[in-house]
């Protein structure tokens, strides 16, 4: 799972635990009411199966998301909470309108992609006044979403987030699937377009000049010119 823009958020200081310790979101517990037919919805969305325990009644399954670094598993007595009461769980994409068409062709009743009127527009339901229909308008990190819910009505919020704000990741670049890298990659090929124009030649280091923009990028620190 990952960080979102928030309007007015604070990012001040470090909020590491201490000097080498990871603390890593591992795994998110969903409540449903019929184990197997939730795992027949996660499973045809593409999402891996990594577990599926079925021992004298009790059931567990865990599968993730492509790309994810976070699981979820349900299964007998997992949880206390009602079933479809997880809500606005967020899926981060870097392109919503190719996720949309994936799970559309997969059957599921993916919403129209909108953007908030005002902050928070992202949490209402279909049709009020603060989620406007089409992608955001300047095109913007963290600001077009879809949304999408299980058979129990547990909900999918989708993000696009292509530039992350600044502190929001470690200062490393990481990519979760080739997907993801390759989106990167073609990013930092436009950009790297953009920078020969305003030196007026070819950059022989564009490596080195790739390899910069794309931890900045990730990191959500300055970008090179």
Not at 109 to 132: A, N, W
Request: include cysteine; charged fraction near 25%.
């Amino acid at each position: 799972m990952s960080t979102t823009e928030v309007t007015g958020s604070s990012t001040d200081g470090d909020t590491r635990i201490g000097p080498g310790l990871d603390v890593k979101l591992e795994v998110v517990v969903l409540p449903v009411s019929d184990v197997d037919r939730a795992k027949t919805f996660y499973k045809g969305l593409g999402w891996r199966l990594d577990a599926d325990v079925d021992v004298d009644g009790f059931k567990l399954v865990q599968l993730t998301p492509p790309g994810s670094r976070c699981s979820i598993q349900f299964g007998t007595n997992a949880t206390t909470a009602t079933p479809g009461s997880a809500q606005n769980v967020y899926l981060v994409v870097p392109d919503i309108e190719a996720v949309r068409r994936e799970l559309f062709d997969r059957g599921v009743e993916v919403s129209d992609t909108f953007h908030e009127g005002s902050i928070g527009g992202r949490f209402d339901r279909p049709g009020s006044k603060d989620r406007l229909d089409g992608a955001s308008s300047d095109g913007g990190s963290y600001a077009s979403f879809a949304s999408f819910s299980d058979p129990d009505g547990n909900s999918w919020l989708l993000q696009e987030i292509t530039t992350r704000l600044p502190h929001r990741i470690d200062a490393e670049a990481s990519y979760a699937s080739v997907g993801d890298l390759s989106a990167a990659l073609r990013r930092a090929a436009a950009a790297h377009g953009e920078h020969e124009k305003r030196i007026g030649q070819a950059d022989l280091n564009w490596p080195d000049w790739y390899a910069a923009y794309m931890l900045a990028e990730q990191a959500g620190t300055g970008l090179p010119e």
